[in-house]
């Protein structure tokens, strides 16, 4: 239906519809239509429980199931509609729109693609033959990415469940390890989906845009946004932030508009107050950002990578949390400078402290292999290159043993099931 009705609105914007008001009506009615299908399946439930807390109310809850990949495959048609009324000329015919929709590598998770990029390829003769320099970096991509995912975030998770889903409470190294992991691990899982999704995209001769480019590496707030889930910023920025007026109403109006858009990105992301809260804090970072900006003072690079990723560590365990209560109990750990002095001077009851923690975050291999990887995932993000600046250079006599040696290590790690985080978005 979704698909559907999207596609009807897009024609008629794209062939018919010279009328202005019926331009416009049709406009209103497709971003509607699709928000509200978003907010329907998505948040009900969330309204719902706020209203009865408030009320002291009784509605009832209905549960809904979430269609797959509403979050991505809604913005996705939101822009058609949109680009179609702006008259991009977007007239493919309906099976290229469906293949837009449903292209089942970045359905689930992303990146968010745009209708001007992805349907003339998908109408292009040449990407329907077998292009074998695309399946090698294609599958090169891909095997990456898995890497990333089954080796690095399958395995630094076990820190982050242990401190968020196990622990009644948290000593400081505990409640650090915790945050750290989870900064590291939604990165490597995240990233290694797109990577993935860009590898078999480029298999069948799709490039999909890149989503990632080192953000951790970031040295103030807004290059980090540069840097994270650039698919989403883009389309916050071209329709969302602009459309509000973006910086063509004045300074005041301009942070006005920045803040909604951070919040939305947090509302988009979940239906929870934390998501709330984490949209927020960000926005208020933006904010801050670009007043200090606007003085032209300027930190030194280190100072601001180090500020920057502490904030951002921070505010990803709002992201976490399954609730307030969790987020709080992670943070208040993360302050307890008393239980460090405790351990620094009483280091023989380390492993005493320690001991319910490290059999939690155990996993499979260990509690010195994850910490291994640990560190290795550390190192990978913070001084190596990113997975799209290795593929620009991959033809060598090696790489065929690259993409054998990155495969087999991942399949050996293939006894522990898990999803993508994404997923859950």
């Known amino acids: ?3 559907l009705v999207n596609y009807f ?21 497709g971003v509607l239509f699709n928000l509200g299908a978003l907010g329907y399946f998505k948040y009900y439930d969330f309204f719902i429980e706020n209203i009865n807390y408030i009320f002291k109310t009784n509605f009832n809850l209905l549960h809904i199931m979430l269609p797959l990949g509403i979050s991505f495959f809604t913005f996705q048609q939101l822009s058609y509609v949109v680009d179609s009324y702006h008259r991009k000329n977007l007239n493919y015919d309906f099976l290229s729109y469906c293949l837009f929709v449903t292209f ?38 891909f095997s990456i990415g898995l890497a990333k995912k089954v080796i690095i975030a ?17 000593n400081f190294v505990e409640a650090w390890l915790t945050s750290v992991s989870y900064t590291l691990q939604l990165y490597f899982d995240f990233s290694g989906y ?36 650039i698919t989403l910023g883009r389309f916050m920025t071209n329709y969302l932030y602009i459309p509000l ?17 951070f919040l939305a990105s947090g509302i988009w992301h979940g239906a929870g107050w934390n998501f709330v809260i984490w949209g927020m804090l960000h926005g208020i970072c933006i904010l801050i950002h670009r007043i200090w900006k606007n003085t032209e003072r300027k930190l030194p690079k280190l100072i601001g990578w180090f500020i920057t990723i502490n904030l951002v560590n921070i505010f990803w365990v709002f992201f976490r949390a399954e609730n307030l209560q969790s987020a709080v109990k992670v943070l208040k750990g993360m302050v307890d400078i008393s239980s460090l002095i405790y351990m620094m001077t009483h280091l023989e009851k380390i492993k005493e402290m320690t001991l319910d923690y490290r059999t939690f975050a155990s ?9 291994i990887v640990l560190i290795t995932s550390m190192l990978i993000a913070f001084f190596f290159k990113n997975s799209f600046e290795n593929n620009k250079n991959i033809f ?25 985080l994404y997923f859950n978005f």
Request: hydrophobic share 50%; net charge positive; glycine share 6%.
């Open 1 to 3: 239906m979704s698909i």
């Open 9 to 29: 609105i897009g024609t008629e914007l794209n062939m018919k519809a010279n009328n202005v008001i019926r331009r416009k009506v049709l406009l209103i009615f």
């Open 104 to 141: 089942f590598p970045q359905l689930i998770a992303g990146p968010i693609v745009l209708p001007a990029e992805m349907l003339p390829q998908f109408e292009s003769e040449k990407n329907k033959k077998v292009n074998w320099e695309n399946m090698n970096r294609g599958l090169y991509m």
């Open 154 to 170: 399958d395995t630094i998770a076990h820190f982050a469940n242990a401190g968020f889903d196990m622990m009644a409470s948290l």
């Open 194 to 229: 797109c990577d993935m999704a860009m590898g078999i995209g480029m298999m069948f001769n799709i490039i999909l845009p890149i989503n990632f480019n080192s953000p951790y590496k970031s040295t103030n707030i807004q290059e980090f946004w540069r840097k994270w889930h």
């Open 245 to 261: 007026g973006g910086n063509r109403k004045g300074e005041l109006k301009t942070l006005r508009n920045l803040f909604i858009v």
């Open 363 to 371: 996993g499979n291999m260990g509690t010195i292999t994850n910490i």
């Open 396 to 420: 060598s006599q090696y790489i065929e043993w690259k993409i054998a040696f990155l495969f087999s290590l991942s399949i050996l790690l293939f006894n522990n099931i898990s999803v993508f």
